[in-house]
């Protein structure tokens, strides 16, 4: 299966980057070939998979199959934050004995009735910094930073309920939600060589091959195997589940939504380049496409590499991803002092795949100018700009949760 679906990707052609027009913005309505779309047929059966093929050949690699995962419960209990809910950590597995495993950590709301809507994501710090609670596994894998300097890059006790304001598991539980979250080193430890995580066990790696998967694309997998385990679990509407993910795992959110239909809300937050800002902007405060290739070569393709000096051949912009999202909600929030993430450019990019919302009939972004600090815009297309830096707060759960409101009830 694995060698058909290669030979598929392998079939289309693309155009060498020389080759590549330049242009200064990309209409995620009009073809490749030059064909104006002009119906929801069209974008679904031709505009939305080349625009799929497009993301996956010129910048985030193909995106790997889907794989059986099991699931086993490490434990349970139902009396946690005073009885309110249930906590579980689940360990899954990938179909291969030397794949290491991924650690899911989940609370649900005891007062539910029914299978109850759920947030999705990963962590940056492993789920031990999320509660204080001594059964939740301790990534054994390497780790950006660590609470103890003795031992750099590894997650220790020490950790442990240092990061309960950054997922505010509780206050999630307060909204009758439920709440999946694991460490995203599980699925890919974010360091250069990729063949750190599952990648090496379940596929064959090409590299340097322009179209293998990086880790940006490694990542969005990755939630959509979470999502495969959730929709086996009777306790979660997983029709009904919101994907959330904060800077390098917004840039994961915004891929997973695009290529996987079944995220019913997605939700990038802080994601930026490379995620949900512009590709094609010039200026110093923001991250730049030849920045973040320098700074992560890993996140993305081979291929991506040639357009850090001249984005302008890029045959994408990150209005196009987003426009992939369509027809689900699409909430993109970020933080005024943030501007390396370039809030603005995330805005015009939130405009410009609005046409493609409207042809689907699906709804829009109901604001014409870029919001004031503080002012949710709640509609399908969403936006939400707060006061404060690169983070993420028990602020942006409310709006995450008004956002789920709005959209999930
Ligand atoms: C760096 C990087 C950003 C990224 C961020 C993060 O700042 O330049 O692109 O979003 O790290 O993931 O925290």
Known sequence: ILFLFASTVQAQTYPAFKDLPSQQAVDPLVGMDGTKI????????????????LFEYYMYGRKPDAIKVTAKILFEDKQVFGGKATLREVEISFPSE????????????????????????????????????????????WMLGSENKAQPNRATE?????????????????????????????????????????????????????????????????SSRILDYLETDKAIDSKKVALVGHSRLGKATIVAGAFDERFAVVIPHQAGCGGTAPSRTKNPKNESVERINKAFPHWFDTNFKQFGPDTSKLPFDQNCLMALCAPRPLLITNAIEDEWANPAGQFQMLKSAEPVYKLLKAGECASEKMPEVGQFIDSKLGYWIRPGKHSMIKDDWKIFCDFADKWLR
């Open 98 to 141: 030397s794949c290491p495993k991924s650690y899911l950590l989940m609370a649900l709301p005891n007062k539910a009735q029914g299978p109850v809507p759920c947030f999705l994501g990963y962590n940056f710090t492993g789920n031990h910094s999320l509660l204080a609670d001594k059964r939740i596994h301790l990534p054994t894998v």
């Open 158 to 222: 020490e950790g442990r309920g240092k990061q309960v304001d950054t997922w505010n598991l509780e206050y999630i539980i307060d909204r009758g939600y439920a709440v999946a979250t694991l460490y995203y080193g599980d699925i890919d430890p974010d360091r250069a060589d990729q063949r750190l995580g599952v990648q090496k066990h379940l596929w064959k790696l090409k590299t340097p091959e322009d179209d293998d998967p990086a880790s940006v694309m490694v990542w969005a997998w990755g």
């Open 38 to 53: 002009t119906s929801a047929a069209e974008w679904n059966t031709k505009r939305k998979p080349e625009l799929q093929h």
